[in-house]
């Protein structure tokens, strides 16, 4: 018959256990990455679909549906934080947080705009999906498809953060929306001797539905 293992043993090995299953659920916990896009995506078309003259009448209720939208999946001051580039560190608290702000309200109307002003048939989250090259880094390809039948494909970076995925980038159509938007805050500040408020104060990135139409580099 086996001795029971000695106390302090005992308690190392529930220690550990404990700590090896802590660092699990972090991938568990809420859906996966393919999911929470899919969910939102569907949620918010449901939501529009059928709707988008009424909606092109009505702007701001369109613009409180996005936000609504986004607002549990995009991780906005990751984003923030991104776009101003070597120019965060410098920034003060105030200005960061006025920046997170203002980058989700011009981002919201961007994309109220595109709804209602994009001809497309058909937004889809692809049913295949590349393998997840880190644990904590995913992305998720979808596709629009125009009435004409072109398909414009759309890829989403998330990562993951205190166990939740959140988005932290989107590619449309070979163009990167993040290092496009981190390279106009650059020019912004080279133009503005590099005043943190007018730049703030001043932003409106320079991204039209018709340049997402001709793609780029991503």
């Known amino acids: 018959m086996t001795a029971n293992p000695p106390l302090p043993r005992l308690l190392g090995?529930?220690?550990?256990?404990?700590?090896?299953?802590?660092?699990?659920?972090?991938?568990?916990?809420?859906?996966?990455?393919?999911?929470?896009?899919?969910?939102?995506?569907?949620?918010?078309?449901?939501?529009?679909?059928?709707?988008?003259?009424y909606f092109s009448e009505h702007p701001r209720e369109l613009e409180a549906i996005v936000d609504e939208s986004l607002a549990d999946v995009a991780d906005?001051?990751?984003?923030?934080?991104?776009?101003?580039?070597?120019?965060?560190?410098?920034?003060?608290?105030a200005q960061r947080s006025r920046f997170v702000d203002t980058f989700r309200?011009?981002?919201i109307d961007t994309y109220a705009k595109g709804l209602v002003t994009f001809d497309y048939r058909e937004v889809r989250v692809l049913d295949s999906q590349e393998a997840a090259r880190y644990e904590d880094q995913a992305s998720v390809a979808?596709?629009?498809?125009?009435?004409?039948?072109?398909?414009?494909?759309?890829?989403?970076?998330?990562?993951?953060?205190?166990?939740?995925?959140?988005?932290?980038?989107?590619?449309v159509n070979g163009i990167n929306l993040g290092l496009?938007?981190?390279?106009?805050?650059?020019?912004?500040?080279?133009?503005?001797?590099?005043?943190?408020?007018?730049?703030?104060?001043?932003?409106?990135?320079?991204?039209?539905?018709?340049?997402?139409?001709?793609?780029?580099?991503?």
């Open 13 to 53: 090995v529930l220690t550990t256990l404990a700590l090896m299953l802590a660092a699990l659920p972090a991938l568990a916990q809420g859906p996966s990455p393919e999911q929470l896009i899919r969910n939102s995506v569907d949620e918010l078309m449901a939501r529009i679909e059928g709707r988008e003259a």
């Open 76 to 93: 906005f001051r990751y984003i923030g934080a991104s776009v101003m580039g070597r120019y965060f560190r410098n920034a003060t608290p």
């Open 105 to 107: 309200q011009t981002l």
């Open 142 to 171: 979808m596709e629009i498809v125009a009435n004409d039948g072109t398909v414009y494909p759309v890829s989403y970076t998330l990562r993951l953060d205190d166990g939740q995925w959140r988005v932290v980038n989107v590619i």
């Open 180 to 218: 496009t938007f981190r390279n106009q805050f650059d020019q912004a500040m080279r133009d503005q001797n590099r005043d943190y408020d007018a730049v703030i104060d001043g932003w409106a990135p320079e991204l039209e539905v018709e340049e997402l139409e001709q793609g780029g580099e991503a």
